[in-house]
């Protein structure tokens, strides 16, 4: 079967940088998302990776290995209004995408 | 420029009724898709559509029917509603459904069936 895992929660100081894991296994690789998601609201898109490395886009960072299938994104400089949840999503060879069940980040000052 | 516009917001049903949500979009995309979300669980696929006249199955299809006869809009509904279809309910369009596209939301529906 098809998976994405992710931790269920993470804490972490305002300021500070936290790395969000995310393992997967699907049927093919068309691409990785990260979208950020707030208590009560609609998903949002962060960042896209389909070659291996980094992507950087301000505080945000996504990194990708096929090989391992493997991604994190790194959060750096943390502000209260990070609190969200992070979810990852794959998409795999018939270009559905599989979505893990987020990663809920709570940000402590 | 509105996005994805989904209603209701919240409903509240009784075991047996039907119901439809209601999505519009307003960006011309080709693409568009109904997710559940459930705690704990990833976002479920239960319908999707890539363009007016077409549409296909997805993850958790049963108890659900959709259609797609304009661009813009793309309702689903809810044929005799049951609990375990107490979700919160997204709609979510983009410009194709390949590549690097990305899923503009809808602001979700949160439905409770009795």
């Known amino acids: 079967g098809q998976n994405i895992d992710q931790p269920t929660e993470m804490t972490a100081t305002e300021g500070a940088i936290v790395q969000i894991n995310c393992t997967y296994q699907?049927?093919?690789?068309?691409?990785l998302f990260w979208y950020q998601q707030h208590a009560g609201e609609a998903p949002t898109f962060l960042s896209y990776n389909v070659l291996d490395g980094l992507e950087e886009k301000g505080r945000f960072s996504s990194f990708l290995s096929r090989s391992k299938g493997y991604s994190y994104l790194l959060l750096k400089e943390l502000q209260m209004k990070d609190s969200a949840s992070y979810l990852c999503?794959?998409?795999?060879?018939?270009?559905?995408?599989?979505w893990g069940a987020g990663t809920k980040l709570i940000i402590k000052p | 420029n509105a996005g994805v516009t989904q209603t209701p917001k919240f409903q509240v049903l009784k075991t047996g009724q039907s119901m439809t949500l209601q999505c519009a979009q307003d960006m011309n995309h080709e693409y568009m898709s109904w997710y559940r979300q459930d705690p704990g669980m990833g976002l479920r696929l239960i319908h999707y559509?890539?363009?007016?006249?077409?549409?296909d199955q997805g993850e958790v299809p049963n108890g659900y029917n959709v259609s797609r006869s304009t661009t813009e809009d793309f309702p689903l509904r809810l044929l005799s509603a049951a609990p375990s279809q107490t979700s919160v309910y997204f709609c979510a369009s983009s410009k194709s459904g390949d590549g690097a596209n990305v899923l503009t939301f809808g602001a979700g529906s949160r439905l409770t069936v009795l």
């Open positions: 559509s890539v363009g007016a006249g077409i549409t």
């Open positions: 699907t049927s093919g690789f068309n691409g």
């Open positions: 999503a794959v998409r795999d060879s018939n270009y559905q995408l599989i």
